[in-house]
């Protein structure tokens, strides 16, 4: 049973930093042959695709209004992925989740591409 789960999510004043790690068990395929994403949805709103990286790809994909800011990596032999989040904005304030799917996907930024998820962590960011 493939389960995702995200931790370090915080309340921080805009500017500041947070880092979120989504652990991952039991994938059919190894993390490297897993294509996994950060996505974000703040209350009202859609889920919105925040960033991703392609089964053994070295490019990631972010959603313009993160990039320079987020930065997603992993780390293949913990199972673990991260997104870095710098120079933090009130309107990052959301409930972030981890998502995957084995293998390739053709649009790594759309929710429809991914069938696990994690249960989400709650990211808050003052003025």
């Known amino acids: 049973q493939v389960q995702l789960v995200e931790s370090g999510g915080a309340s921080v004043q805009a500017g500041g930093s947070l880092r979120l790690s989504c652990a991952a068990s039991g994938l059919t395929t190894s993390l490297n042959a897993t294509t996994m994403a950060w996505f974000r949805q703040a209350a009202g709103t859609e889920r919105e695709g925040v960033a991703a990286?392609?089964?053994?790809?070295?490019?990631?994909y972010y959603t313009d209004s993160v990039k320079g800011r987020f930065t997603i990596s992993r780390d293949n032999a913990k199972n673990l992925v991260y997104l870095q989040m710098d120079s933090l904005k009130p309107e990052d304030t959301a409930v972030y989740y981890c998502a995957a799917r084995s293998g390739w996907v053709s649009a790594p930024l759309s929710q429809y591409s991914y069938n696990y998820w994690g249960q989400g962590t709650q990211v808050t960011v003052s003025s």
């Open positions: 990286v392609r089964r053994g790809d070295r490019s990631a």
